[in-house]
């Protein structure tokens, strides 16, 4: 027996969760849970996992739009819970690149073995690739360290693709395009454009957090983005 296969839960009722986690452990997996899409997708942009178990109707985000994100830099098995036995639902999810779809309600086994099936499946397609977190120390400006594919919309931060917001990818770019240049809050609401999902520029600030968080599991040690205290940000340059 090799490792232990690792899943990602992301299902806001406690209850489904911890029943499941429970039925998925026992079945010798490790389970990491998530309440909301947002924490998940923050996992899941610097962890590798052999499968992603998701609920469609999550508190922030739909489960469809979580998954469609995900298909954009991953093609880790995914099977979706629904609460929704319309064809709809079952429809889409699959042509959004699900594995496997359960609907509510359902039984814990059903899962265990929706799962063991998807596992086999996805290990006899690939060998699933170590995962590698680099400490070396750093021997190239920061900015080298990030490659920005703008056909694709995606960058990455030491090899690792981000799965950025579409307000976190604007910012990303517009700090990448000027290093060490300090962009003021009101410029960078001025790049999100059509991203900006309000208009108040403290929503910069919540953006560059969880931009931080998710440069932050890649290299626990950098920190690219300076902030420059009543001014805006910067791309640091070393
Ligand atoms: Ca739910």
Redesign the pocket.
Known sequence: MTQPAQLVLI???PAIADTLGFALQREGWQVRHFGLAQAGEAYLATHRADLLIL?V??PDDSGFEVLKRLRRSSDMPVLLLT?RAEEFDRILGLELGADDYVVKPFSPREVAARVRAILKRSRAASPAPEATVSTAPLSAPIQSLFVHDAAARRVSFCGSALVLTPSEYHLMVSLLTRPGHVLSRAQLLDALGDAAEDSFERTIDSHIKSLRAKLRAVRADLDPIATHRGFGYALAVS
Request: net charge negative; no cysteine; glycine share 14%.
């Open positions: 299902e806001d009722e609920d109707g999550l609460a």
